[in-house]
C-alpha cells in the first residue's frame, strides 16, 4: 500500500500476534519499521521472518514502565522523533472475576493497556504537531465497546483507550494528524493464553472462540487498508461478537445487558 511507504512505524507488542503479523505485512512496503516489546530475542525472530523491502529497527520497552519509557525514548531520540505512524498495539488480555481479581491485576491492565499507549503518544505529539503530519493507531478491542464478563479489568482499558484518542481525535480536527481505533473481536492469536488470571499469572490455554477466531493474517489486511484509507474506527472479527454485539448494544441497550450477564464468556 503506498500510503505506508517512506513512512516511519513504531509498533508495540511487536513480537508476537497482531503486532508481529503487522511488522510481516508493513515490511513489504519500503518503509523504516520500529518494533518494540519486551525481549529483543523475539523481535529480532520476527524481524528475521519480515521482508527485505523495509528499514527495520529494535527497540525493548516495558510498556507498563513508563519513567522508563521516558529513558527509552531519550536514547532513541533521534530515530523516534521522525516516527510518522505510531500502532499501540502492545496489551494484556484478562481472564477472571471481580470478585476474584487481586488490585495489582487491575492496575497492571491500565498500566500497560492505557498509560502505556498514553505516554507514547504524548511523547510522539510534539514531533507530529511539528510537522503537522502522522497518524495514531490504538489496537483496542470489541470489548473497549461494552463491558465484558471475566475481563473487568481489560474492557475498563480498553474503554479509557476509546476515551483518550476520541477526545485526542477531537483536538486534533484542525490538523493534519490522524487517529484510527481498532475494534478486534476473536482473532486467532495466543492473547487468551498470556491473559491474566486473579492472581496475575498467566492463563496458560487458548479460548476456544479465540481458536476459532478469525485468522490474524486476514484480520491485519483489514487493518492496513483501513489505517491507509484514515479511517477513524474499524470492528473486526467475527460478526456475532463486533457489528451485532455493539449495533445491539446501542440500539437495544436493556436487551443486551441481559444477554451478556446470563453469558459465559471465556
Known amino acids: 500500500m503506498t500510503y505506508f511507504n517512506n513512512k516511519t512505524i513504531w509498533i508495540t507488542g511487536a513480537s508476537s500476534g497482531i503486532g508481529k503479523e503487522m511488522a510481516i505485512q508493513l515490511s513489504k512496503n519500503k518503509c523504516t519499521l520500529i518494533l518494540s516489546s519486551r525481549n529483543n530475542d523475539t523481535l529480532q525472530a520476527v524481524k528475521n521472518n519480515c521482508h ?24 532513541n531520540r533521534n530515530l523516534l522523533k521522525n516516527v510518522d505512524i505510531l500502532i499501540n498495539n502492545g496489551g494484556i488480555s484478562q481472564r477472571s472475576f471481580a470478585k476474584d481479581t487481586s488490585f495489582k491485576v487491575y492496575k497492571k491492565l491500565m498500566d500497560v493497556n492505557y498509560l502505556g499507549a498514553v505516554k507514547l503518544t504524548s511523547l510522539i505529539l510534539p514531533y507530529l504537531l511539528q510537522k503537522n503530519s502522522g497518524h495514531f493507531v490504538a489496537i483496542s478491542s470489541s470489548a473497549g465497546k461494552f463491558g465484558v464478563p471475566v475481563r473487568t479489568g481489560y474492557s475498563a482499558s480498553k474503554f479509557a483507550l476509546h476515551g483518550y484518542y476520541e477526545g485526542l481525535r477531537a ?49 491485519v489486511e483489514k487493518v492496513l487498508q483501513a489505517i491507509a484509507n484514515k479511517k477513524e474506527e474499524l470492528l473486526v472479527g467475527g460478526l456475532k461478537e463486533t457489528h451485532l454485539a455493539v449495533w445491539m448494544s446501542r440500539m437495544f441497550p436493556s436487551l443486551f445487558r441481559k444477554i451478556i450477564a446470563k453469558s459465559r464468556v471465556t
Open 52 to 75: 527485505s523491502a523495509a528499514q527495520i529497527q529494535l527497540i525493548t520497552l516495558d510498556l507498563a514502565d513508563h519513567d522508563g519509557l521516558d529513558k527509552t525514548f531519550g536514547d
Open 171 to 219: 483536538e486534533l480536527h484542525k490538523t493534519n494528524i490522524h487517529t484510527t481505533i481498532i475494534c478486534p473481536g476473536y482473532i486467532k492469536t495466543d492473547i487468551s493464553k498470556n491473559a491474566l488470571t486473579s492472581d496475575g499469572s498467566p492463563q496458560g490455554t487458548m479460548d476456544d472462540a479465540q481458536a476459532n477466531g478469525m485468522p490474524v493474517e486476514k484480520m
